[in-house]
């Protein structure tokens, strides 16, 4: 059963940082590249940054570009999303997601949403 644990939001003022963390189960971590997407209220879910199942490439949103940085330990089945900067346009629900592309098909899985709430 694939499981997800995500932690670290919160209320936090502006310029100030947070991280989050997603720790997963259930499935062969190591083999799927990992994102965090949000979704703010009224929009659409949107990517915000992404790291391929070794570590070895990141991108992430032009909005985040400099602020945000993605990594992941493989040995704890766990992805970091680390928030610098923050403004309030980044409040949102951060949801954490596993991808995996066999062939011409792709597999999803997505946590639960932890949320971030930047205000002073």
């Known amino acids: 059963q694939v499981q997800f644990v995500e932690s670290g939001g919160g209320l936090v003022q502006p310029g100030g940082s947070l991280r989050l963390s997603c720790a997963a189960s259930?499935?062969?971590?190591?083999?799927?590249?990992m994102s965090w997407y949000r979704q703010a209220p009224g929009n659409e879910r949107e990517l915000v940054a992404r790291?391929?199942?070794?570590?070895?490439?990141?991108n992430y949103a032009d909005s985040v570009k400099g602020r945000f940085a993605i990594s992941r330990d493989n040995a704890k089945n766990t992805v970091y999303l680390q928030m610098n900067s923050l403004k309030p346009e980044d409040t949102a629900v951060y949801y954490c997601?596993?991808?995996?592309?066999?062939?011409?098909?792709?597999?999803?899985?997505w946590g639960q949403g932890t949320r971030v709430t930047v205000s002073s």
């Open positions: 790291i391929t199942s070794l570590g070895s490439s990141t």
């Open positions: 997601n596993a991808e995996r592309v066999v062939g011409r098909d792709r597999y999803d899985y």
């Open positions: 259930g499935f062969t971590f190591r083999r799927h590249a």
